[in-house]
């Protein structure tokens, strides 16, 4: 990559049933968002009532931070006292705040807002970036049809979840590393609001010897952490760090969330009754063979773009936390997959794993399974298959699907 942004696609590279499909899964997206709306199933119910959605914990730590009690955001009573009185009606569970002080940042700018205009603003506002990762990394015009045709983007979009600055500060990494290695080490250290991220990263970083990036990550981590604690007191890690165990055993413990919503190892044991010591053992085998792979790989002068979507998609593999909204982040490595594939020709079985890990996501809702892990799995084992026989010269799905066409 010699510049942050790919060159355009030619339409006439394009396989017509790659761009079919994308387009139509695009504009169903759109229409399902519009379609759920006057249903009444997101933003506000047939009686008029807000409907609770992930976004009430945002707005409400938002609010707590205003009025100046960041620290009870972390506090789960008094946080959904807050929420209820906003909603104006209780419901069932609970919407924690467990982010570090930093995201409180963004939380008081959308606190300003109605919960409606908050959460459909957020969803927008953090969509442009997003796009503009995609855009870099596919190509201009065909990387927006993939952006909005990833099936993550109408769950994180319904929830206002944070998926898309997610995957925009991560992709955006990658995408500028070659070229501004400072502005991408900015990014980086942004993403710090997810700490879950914050593993491997550094690890690739070192292993490629990417010191600018890793330095200019590191600083503006520290910048945000001290800012933090000028604007909410100390008071706020404290409490980020007392609740933080709290939130540990509602997750992997008690399974609050219900276990099959967690898209990880992990996920996938206590789904089917593992137990919590399995579920652990395996993770932790999982994440460190991915980190060995993802250091090694880094270490090599293997293709970049494949390089980028292992340090992606192997992010995901290495946590045990990660709902479906994080799966927004499955787009960078699936980018990097499509332009690969694009200038250079698709491989045996490429398309066809690409629609496999997609159609996963896609029936997750209607299966109490974590399908999203699958879908990893799947997009990880296309970029190992790259890596590691870089060299084969397989015929050309790309002039097969003309051929048909």
């Known amino acids: 990559m010699s510049s942050p942004f790919t060159p355009d696609v030619p339409r006439e590279a394009m396989p017509p049933p790659l761009f079919n499909a994308c387009l139509t899964m695009a504009v169903f997206n759109a229409a399902m968002l519009v379609s759920v709306y006057f249903a009444h199933q997101w933003l506000v119910d047939p009686q008029g009532h807000l409907i609770p959605t992930d976004f009430v914990n945002v707005w409400a730590a938002g609010k707590l931070a205003l009025d100046g009690h960041a620290a009870q955001a972390w506090d789960w009573g008094i946080h959904k006292q807050v929420q209820v009185a906003m909603l104006g009606h209780d419901y069932a569970g609970d919407y924690a705040w467990h982010y570090p002080p930093p995201f409180l940042f963004i939380a008081m700018i959308l606190a300003h807002l ?25 190509g201009r015009r065909f990387g927006l049809i993939v952006g909005a045709a990833f099936p993550v983007v109408l769950a994180n979009t319904m929830a206002g979840q944070n998926g898309f600055l997610t995957a925009a500060l991560l992709g955006g990494t990658l995408v500028l590393m070659p070229a501004r290695p400072v502005l991408a080490g900015i990014c980086l250290g942004l993403l710090s609001y997810k700490p879950q991220y914050g593993v491997l990263f550094p690890l690739a970083l070192v292993a490629a010897s990417q010191w600018r990036t890793f330095l200019a990550a590191a600083i503006t981590a520290t910048a945000l952490a001290l800012l933090s604690w000028i604007a909410f007191g100390a008071e706020s890690w404290q409490a980020f760090f007392h609740w933080m165990p709290m939130f540990s055993q509602a997750f992997f413990t008690e399974g609050r969330a219900t276990f099959y919503k967690l898209q990880s190892v992990f996920g996938l044991v206590r789904t089917f009754g593992g ?78 794993g690409l629609a496999c890990a997609m159609g996963l996501l896609i029936a997750f809702p209607f299966f109490e399974i974590p399908l999203g892990f699958g879908s990893t799995l799947i997009i990880a084992a296309l970029v190992a298959r790259r890596v590691l026989d870089p060299s084969t010269q397989e015929r050309s799905v790309r002039l097969e699907a003309h051929a048909l066409g």
């Open 275 to 352: 137990s919590e010591q399995l579920a652990w053992t395996l993770q932790w085998f999982t994440s460190l063979t991915v980190a060995a792979g993802v250091v090694t790989l880094w270490h090599t002068r293997a293709d970049y773009a494949m390089k980028a979507a292992a340090l992606a998609a192997g992010t995901l593999l290495l946590t045990p936390y990660l709902f479906l909204y994080d799966m927004m982040v499955l787009a960078i490595p699936v980018g990097f997959l499509l332009r690969t594939g694009l200038e250079q020709g698709f491989r045996r079985g490429e398309p066809a």
């Open 114 to 138: 109605p919960y409606t205009c908050g959460l459909a603003g957020w969803a927008i506002v953090s969509f442009v970036p997003y796009m503009a990762m995609m855009r870099g990394i596919v």
